[in-house]
């Protein structure tokens, strides 16, 4: 008999996919601007850290916030023994009328219908049970947040079915799309129970437009599923067409003709830059299901003091306004600074208006359109041009050549450097593969390995070499062994 | 007329819908007396006083002074981890100054006489959720811990609910102070494989809620011994290790461990929590700590989903690596303790009732069993009722902790003021002159 369970011993931790490597480098070898200039810039982490001066600010000038200063100390003891699932009447207070001026307070949200959950991760693994028999599934869109993969599956027993969208519409979700998966799984025999949508979507950048949620909204009213939307991007939507909630399509009775099934997932993560302090929050139209969530949160409450400094903060509509506002802006600006760099060397991204991200289009640097090329480019990227972006496929995104690059962790600095790099990496690439192109004409096989040895040469640097990540050095050395 | 369309309904899960969540039973019925009734020394001096919640109120005044020293204020302001490098922090590694703050902590509680390595530290959102993720990880659904009754009602739904994970009970009883025997593990044992059931580990609770009481070094010994035949794990709930009224009385499995230099110790696993030692439920500050480094790996995956505020961490790195402050507090927090549970027991004992003799937690273990009409779990559920709705107490039956002795309650004390706990103690005195005098009459 195993010593340990099941779920212990599987990879549904998900810590084995490519995903992580690209982290792996990065902790070996940081970019710092005086300590270690050469070093990997991190492009593989979705946070927010464009606005922090504001919370600073704001912080200093609201030390009641706190029940850990001498200002908020009246309130400590309460607080600190207060441990009721509910959650702190103010805090769930704050948190609605918060989602609901991201919204343009176009929705209404009920306090009484907001759970705690222990980050967005935990909201998903709490929905999953809640929703989902071990051996059921979800439909989720791909390409889909690598994380989904742990999150939904790993403790729960659930499956997770692909929803495949395609570069051809810009990876939008087709009413087509559904179906097929739909009936994919009937066909094997396994039970459908929901469909997941991420919007602002993670990693593509967009938002979904009305006719797509309206479509989306049909078909889990016609097939009797639920429909978890994620909108845990939310206020990181810097551009028109702008945002438009599943809570906007759930008030129309019209198109949605059952409330029970609605269910949304949010976080303070992304849109605040609070990773840390692990604020996710489960919002559902139905009751049964938030007194189930409301259990089952007992599993991942949030501290009570980050409760009430939350409360505080979301509370002060005149900063809220203004967070918002200027979070907006700068979202935009850095990411037009992105996009114009990349342009100049030919890079496209997919046309995007939110999230901490770009979906970069890197199909014409492949060797050739497969997988494996992805990974011999994602392995150059990483070690070459030193930045941690993250592959399509580890977004289980059904075309290779996509990347995910995160923009909004790093400042303008930082951010210029990462660009230039790019520019450097595409220009002598195209050099090279033209290079390497008259070459292979001459059609000799002694030419063929000098052009091999002086890609060699390029490529391969004394870190690479004595890289821990041996197992990721070129992949021509691989060829040549 | 308009006709009603029934909307269809999707069905939850099998978990969603099951009651392994346990909200029904009378552990909670008190609760909801409490709250629509609850005392109020002013407002309400004949409402319902509880004595059900396992809250450690009395040694708050400390906490409160060492916060007015040390604002939270400038740990924002600091310039290489400020507020936002705080904010940012989500490695479920979690602070390393918060690992070895809580390695220290431990350590201290016990004397100096086990020592903690902060890389085994693994960070939970509360003891609830260390026992959930260890369940998921030590046991496949279908299996099933052994647990030592009477004990802590949550367990059935923290160990259960979610995991799958059968609970076979280890039967202790008042005839030797309810101590945890190798027959009585055997027996367990025994009637689980009899049930096709596989048993994955033991689950001890160390003080013991309810029985207030810490568990003797040479039945942790035969503890160990026997989850080492039988090749299971041990966890070790450890949640009330610094509510032990001396420092010498308690043992932990990790002196244990240490005495025998960690022989079959990857098998052993200690949960930890601030929720009862220094009053801090709502923070949600919870710990895993075991031997077996597959254990400490994939815990640490896991707690992904229950990972603490790292503003809290911060917050308590501070505070527990104050070795000055911490010493003080274990000292005080335990004399403190010690004189409550001295002040309930004289005045049980001054109305005629005894308690299990008990040296740590926030509650007592009381025999009412001589108050029963018949020695059945229904008498005790008639008498538990008469205590809440007539004496207006929320005590806990020891039903609700499968004790399979009927009649013993678990009466909390630390909860409330010494004045509440005198009214308590009057009330109760009160019902049992009542009773005698009615005895008398018949």
Known sequence: MEFLSKIATNNGHGENSSY???????????????????GVIQMGLAENQLCFDLIQEWIENNPKASICTPEGSNDFKDIAIYQDYHGLPEFRNAVASFMEKVRGNKVKF?????????????????????????????????????????????????????????????????REALEDAYEKAQEANIRVKGLILNN????????????TLTDAMRFINEKNIHLICDEIYSATVFNEPGFISIAEIAEEGAVCKNRDLIHI??????????????????????????NCARKMSSFGLVSTQTQHLIASMLSDDIFVEKFIDESMKRLAKRHSLFSRGLAKVGIENLKGNAGLYCWMDLRRLLKEPTFESEMELWHVIINEV???????????????????????????????????????????????????????????????????????????????????????????????N | MAIEIEKPTVGLSKVAVSDTHGEDSPYFAGWKAYDEDPYDELCNPSGVIQMGLAENQVSFDLLEQYLEKHSEATNWGNRTFGFRDNALFQDYHGLQTFRKAMACFMEQIRGGRAKFNPDRVVITAGATAANELLTFILADP??????????????????????????????????????????????????????????????????????????????????????????????????????????????????????????????VHIVYSLSKDLGLPGFRVGTIYSYNDKVV????????????????????????????????????????????????????????????KGNAGLFCWMNLSPLLEEPTKESELILWKSMLHEVKLNISPGSSCHCSDPGWFRVCFANMSEQTLQVALTRIHDFMDRRKAMKTSN
């Open chain 2, 297 to 356: 790996t994939t815990a640490r995956r896991m707690s992904s989903f229950t990972l603490i505020s790292s503003q809290t961490q911060q917050l308590l790195a501070s505070m527990l690596l104050d070795e000055t402050f911490t010493a003080n507090y274990i000292k005080t927090n335990r004399e403190r303790l010690k004189k409550r549970y001295q002040m309930i027991i004289d005045g049980l004992r001054n109305s005629g009732i005894e308690c299990l």
């Open chain 2, 142 to 267: 279908g299996d099933a811990l052994l647990i030592p009754t009477p004990y802590y009602p949550g367990f059935d739904r923290d160990l259960r609910w979610r995991t799958g994970v059968k609970i076979v009970p280890v039967h202790c009883d008042s005839s030797n102070n309810f101590e945890i025997t190798p027959q009585a593990l055997e027996a367990a044992y025994n009637e689980a494989e009899s049930m096709n059931i596989k048993v994955r580990g033991v689950l001890i609770t160390n003080p013991s809620n309810p029985l207030g009481a810490t568990i003797k070094r040479s039945t942790l010994e035969e503890i160990l011994e026997f989850v080492t035949s039988k090749n299971i794990h041990l966890v070790s709930d450890e949640i009330y290790s610094g509510s032990t009224f001396s420092g010498e009385e308690f043992v932990s499995v990790a002196e244990v461990l240490e005495a025998q230099n960690y022989k079959d110790s990857e098998r």
């Open chain 1, 265 to 290: 997932v949010y976080s303070l993560s992304k849109d605040l830059g609070f990773p840390g302090f692990r604020v996710g929050i489960i919002y559902s139209y139905n009751d049964a299901v938030v």
């Open chain 1, 200 to 211: 602002p979507s993670n990693p593509l950048g967009t938002v979904l437009d009305r006719n």
């Open chain 1, 110 to 174: 009920n306090p009484d219908n907001i759970v705690m959950s222990g980050g967005a991760t935990g909201a998903h693994e709490t929905l999953a049970f809640c929703l989902a028999d071990p051996g059921d599934a979800f439909l989720v869109p791909t390409p889909y947040y690598p994380g989904y993969d742990r999150d939904l599956r790993w403790r729960t027993g659930i499956q997770l079915l692909p929803v495949v969208c395609e570069s051809s519409n810009d990876f939008k979700i087709t």
């Open chain 1, 386 to 480: 030193k930045l941690n972006v993250s592959p399509g496929a580890s977004f289980h995104c059904s075309e290779p050549g996509w990347f995910r690059v995160c923009i909004a962790n790093m400042d303008d600095e930082t951010m210029r450097i990462a660009v230039s790099r790019i520019h450097k990496f595409v220009i002598q690439k195209t050099k090279l593969d033209q290079a390497t192109t008259r070459k292979q004409y001459k059609r000799s096989k002694l030419e063929i390995s000098l052009s091999f040895r002086r890609l060699d040469e390029f490529m391969m640097t004394p870190r690479m070499l004595s890289s821990p990540h041996s197992h990721m050095t070129s992949p021509l050395v691989r060829a040549r």
């Open chain 1, 20 to 38: 992580f490597d690209g982290w792996k480098a990065y902790d070996s070898d940081p970019y710092h601007p005086t300590n270690n200039s050469h």
